[in-house]
Nanobody, 118 residues
Framework: QVQLVESGGGLVQPGGSLRLSCAAS????????VAWYRQAPGKQRDLVAS???????NYADSVKGRFTISRDNAKNTVFLQMNSLKPEDTAVYYC????????????WGQGTQVTVSA
């Protein structure tokens, strides 16, 4: 069974940092693009960052220069280093692999809550 377990969220002050982790089972990340998404209350789930199997990264304009996505294929894990956090970054953060059966089927993990507030 597919499992995506996000962790590392929490409450942080503006300007602070968090490192999110996504551990997967039932999905092999190696050879696949992996991505982070976020969803704020009342808003749709948006793409935040992605990394291809070859290590090419892409970021939403709102986070570019502040967030860094990385992966550890040996641990089947993807990370999101978030620096210079802003209140607008407050959301539930999810990981997934676009094109995977889990993604196509609409499966998402529980997400991890990130709250940026003074």
């Amino acid at each position: 069974q597919v499992q995506l377990v996000e962790s590392g969220g929490g409450l942080v002050q503006p300007g602070g940092s968090l490192r999110l982790s996504c551990a997967a089972s039932g999905i092999i990340f190696s050879g696949k693009t992996v991505a982070w998404y976020r969803q704020a209350p009342g808003k749709q789930r948006d793409l935040v960052a992605s990394i291809t199997a070859g290590g090419v990264t892409n970021y939403a304009d709102s986070v570019k220069g502040r967030f860094t996505i990385s992966r550890d294929n040996a641990k089947n894990t993807v990370f999101l280093q978030m620096n210079s956090l802003k209140p607008e970054d407050t959301a539930v953060y999810y990981c997934n692999s676009p094109g995977s059966w889990a993604f196509i089927s609409g499966y998402w993990g529980q997400g991890t809550q990130v709250t940026v507030s003074a």
